[in-house]
């Protein structure tokens, strides 16, 4: 699977936002029938919410970060894996399961390598 992470924020948080997609996405890879998947990463003002992600069209997902994220590196690992996670779900079985995120966050954020 080809994956595209386009983060308009600095090189540093585009790096962040890309190994933690590709971890994640390596993990279920052999559950998703996809060619190539498109993230757009952006960072704006949520609270009190760090991340959301959504569908825009099949195989292309919008991933919104909290602007706070910019100055917290663990944190904002942490956040991609939790959102990428959800994608992966989106695209295995069409739901979104909070408690599967929650529990494999931390495990995919151990994983990457920066």
Known sequence: MYISVDCTSTN?????????VEKVMEFYGDTISLNILEVDVSFKDLYPH??????EYYGCYKLDLDLSLLH?????ILTVCHEAIHIAQHLTDGTYDEEEAYGYERTFARMVKL
Do not use: H, S, V, Y
């Not at 540093?12 to 933690?20: L, Q, R």
């Not at 760090?50 to 569908?55: F, I």
């Not at 917290?72 to 904002?76: G, Q, S, V, W």
């Open 50 to 55: 760090l991340g959301w992600c959504e569908e």
């Open 12 to 20: 540093d948080a585009n790096k962040i936002a890309t190994a933690c």
């Open 72 to 76: 917290n590196k663990e944190e904002l």
